[in-house]
Structure formats: structure tokens, C-alpha cells
């Protein structure tokens, strides 16, 4: 009889191996999602800015890193690390996905007890589909908050969300900075994901074509903003609080700004969104305790380098001043070993979540934690690493590392 498989179908039983025989990676996850939710749905997670050529950017530069295997010490893979005094199972991440439940509704929530299952970090959104304070009592310290600025009334919005953010027990608040301005989403505009949103015949056929979405919406309900539910004068209906989210929110903050959260926030701040070594001087400067070095995805500029490409520079200017964590494009375990070759901490991955709860339903994100979890055991093995610590020292081939000059 042949040996079973050290962590595939069989070491599992039941749910688990059916679920690791019907979709074993990521890439068998997103034909999967295609298949059972609109497609508008499907395009909002997919699709980039302009011709999508930064989200293709985004994985073509993270296969180019080559990893050489090292033989010869046979050691116990542990996947654990430490991140601000508190032990996570595997240092890879649920990385902000605002809008969460267009893709499958309920999403918020069953990302919350993926991070639970997992015991890894989760990175709930200002936009998500539910509450911080809901996120917080399912996913507890394991829960920490992407924030963007609501500038008026110098910020009222803004630090009540840090006020909430403290009461609930939120581990690390994530201020982006990468979103200056909305960015040309040609996928939604084709698929008329406006406000006001107005169902089409096309929109109305593709909903009555992907019944476990359908059934997933009558269960939930439809899409949110349930965090900003509370800021909005009269009834906060989806449209006007979508109408709010558009006049209000500003998807970046100054340097100043953030030194001022530094002041009111006692937990661990970080700053997303950091492509230069430059802004990387000025969140250390302002009082960042770690930088999420992204490109958010490719949905803000189609101009970005790959996160990959500017890390390496982003760490030799820090020095190890801030922590260095990673997102965009990371969607295996391997692309992890990776990415923590280059000096990141931990990565975050978003996409890859929503697209498992797109193709198994509430259980997909507890599913691609045990998933990725595997993959980066793996791949750190091979890597001749035996820890997270050890990925420092692998030896790699980084073709595309962006020159910063002098």
C-alpha cells in the first residue's frame, strides 16, 4: 500500500479530503468561483485599473523569484510566528477586501472564522460587509482594521472608527495611503456597478444563473457598508450610504495624520500602501510600527511596480527601523517563502479568500487557511528553511529588483 501523503487527501478524512480533492490550489479555487457567482461579481474581484496590466504585473514578477532547495538537516517544520506579542499558526494573512460580499455575501463574517480556524491575521475593511465589532467578537485578537481617512469635521469618522476599533479589542490599525483618488475600474463600469446600482436584465440573468450565490444573498442579505451604517443622517439605506462613502471618504492620509493617530492609537499602527523607500523613511519618522508594502492589488495604478520588486530596497532603507509585511498578487504558500525571502515579515492575501468562499461557500476560508498553510510548510522545507526565521538566510534569484539609485 502506498504511504500516505504527509499532508494531503490522506491524512484527511470526510469534508476535508473532499474539499482538498475538489479544489487542491488556488488556481482550481478561481475556476470554481467563476462558475458559481455572476459575473459581475466575479469581475469586481478580478479585474484591476485600466487594461489590468498591474494585476498581471503583480504575479509575473513573484514567479520570477526562484528559491534553491538546500538538502542534508532533516528538522521539524514550524510554520509559528510572533507578530506584536501575539503567536499566529502561519504568517500569512487575510488581506482588506472592500465590497467583500459582492463576490459571495456573508463574506465578512466567514472571513472572521477562517482567521479563528487559521489563527492568523485578518484584516477586516472600513467597506466590509459587517462591523468591525462583529469581526472582533468571532476572529478576536486576531483582528485587525484597514482604515481610510473621512476628513471632515477634522476626522470625527475617522478616530471614532480608532475609538471603536480600541473598545472591540482590534489588534492593529492599517491606515491606507494608496488610494489618493478613485481609480477607472473598466470591469465595473461595463457591468454598471455605479451609484446608484440599478439591476439590468444582464445583471437579473446572471443572478438567476448562479444559485448558491443567490441562496447566499437570500440568507444574508444584500452587500453593506455596516460600518458606516451609524455616520449617515436618515435611513442608511445601501444607496446612501454608498453616497456617503463617495462624498466622504479619502482613501489616504498625510504623514502628519498619521503621526496624529500615532498619538491617539496604542496598539500596533501600520501604513498600506508604500511603493518608495522615501515613504518608507516617513512612516518610520511618523511612528509606524510596520509598512504593508502594496499596490493594492493592481486596482489603483496600472503604472505600479509589483510590491516584489520595490522590498528589497524598501528593507535596506529601514534597517529593521519597522516591521515589513507584504500583499498583492501572494496567493500560495510558495509566493510566501518568497516574499519573506525579500524581507517581509508576513503576507496577506485577499483575492485567494474571496475566490474559496466563491467556490465552496462559508467554509472556503477556513478550507484555503489549512490550504496555504500546507503550501508554505512546504515550500520552506524545500527552501531549507525549518522556520519563518531561517527564510532570510535562502538562497534566491530576484531578476526584477527595482533601482532606487543612491
Not at 459581475?40 to 478580478?46: E, R, Y
Not at 499558526?89 to 456573508?106: K, N, R
Not at 462559508?362 to 498553510?373: E, N, P, S, T, Y
Amino acid at each position: 500500500m502506498a504511504a500516505k501523503s504527509a499532508w494531503g487527501p490522506g491524512s484527511k478524512s470526510g469534508r476535508a479530503a473532499r474539499l482538498t480533492y475538489a479544489a487542491p490550489t488556488y488556481e482550481f479555487l478561481e475556476k470554481r468561483a467563476r462558475r458559481r457567482v455572476p459575473g459581475f461579481a466575479f469581475d469586481f474581484v478580478q479585474g484591476g485599473t485600466g487594461a489590468d496590466w498591474g494585476v498581471d504585473e503583480n504575479r509575473r514578477v513573484l514567479d520570477a523569484v526562484q528559491i534553491v532547495p538546500r538538502y542534508g538537516e532533516l528538522e521539524k517544520v514550524e510554520t509559528g510566528v510572533e507578530i506584536y506579542g501575539r503567536r499566529y499558526d502561519v504568517p500569512i494573512g487575510i488581506a482588506p477586501t472592500g465590497m467583500d460580499a459582492l463576490i459571495w455575501p456573508g463574506s465578512t463574517m466567514a472571513l472572521a472564522k477562517a482567521a479563528a480556524h487559521g489563527n492568523i491575521p485578518y484584516i477586516t475593511g472600513t467597506l466590509a460587509n459587517s462591523t468591525l465589532e462583529e469581526v472582533a467578537e468571532v476572529a478576536g485578537g486576531n483582528t485587525w482594521l484597514q482604515l481610510y481617512g473621512f476628513p471632515r469635521e477634522d476626522h470625527r469618522v475617522t478616530f471614532d472608527l480608532i475609538a471603536r476599533a480600541k473598545t472591540a479589542g482590534v489588534s492593529a490599525i492599517v491606515a491606507t495611503l494608496d488610494a489618493p483618488v478613485r481609480a477607472k475600474r473598466p470591469r465595473d463600469l461595463h457591468n454598471r456597478l455605479v451609484v446608484p446600482f440599478r439591476p439590468t436584465p444582464r445583471t437579473v440573468w446572471q443572478v438567476a444563473t448562479a444559485p448558491h450565490w443567490a441562496l447566499a444573498l437570500l440568507r444574508n442579505g444584500m452587500p453593506r457598508f455596516a460600518n458606516i451604517d451609524r455616520y449617515v443622517d436618515g435611513r442608511p439605506t445601501l444607496d446612501n450610504v454608498a453616497g456617503f462613502v463617495q462624498r466622504e471618504l479619502k482613501g489616504t492620509f498625510s504623514w502628519e495624520e498619521i503621526a496624529r493617530m500615532r498619538r491617539e492609537w496604542d496598539g500596533a499602527l501600520l501604513v498600506k500602501g508604500v511603493l518608495h523607500p522615501d515613504d518608507a523613511e516617513e512612516a518610520v519618522k511618523a511612528g509606524a510600527d510596520g509598512i504593508l508594502v502594496s499596490n493594492h492589488g493592481g486596482r489603483q495604478s496600472d503604472a505600479a511596480p509589483s510590491p516584489v520588486d520595490v522590498l528589497p530596497g524598501i528593507r535596506d532603507r529601514v534597517d529593521g527601523r519597522t516591521d515589513l509585511f507584504l500583499d498583492s498578487g501572494v496567493r500560495s504558500g510558495l509566493d510566501a517563502v518568497r516574499a519573506m525571502a525579500l524581507g517581509a515579515r508576513a503576507v496577506f492575501c485577499g483575492r485567494a479568500y474571496l475566490y474559496a468562499l466563491a467556490a465552496l461557500g462559508d467554509g472556503g476560508g477556513a478550507h484555503f487557511a489549512d490550504l496555504i498553510r500546507e503550501e508554505f510548510a512546504v515550500a520552506m522545507a524545500q527552501s531549507g528553511a525549518w522556520s519563518p526565521a531561517g527564510l532570510g538566510d535562502v538562497t534566491f534569484r530576484h531578476p526584477g529588483a527595482f533601482d532606487f539609485g543612491a
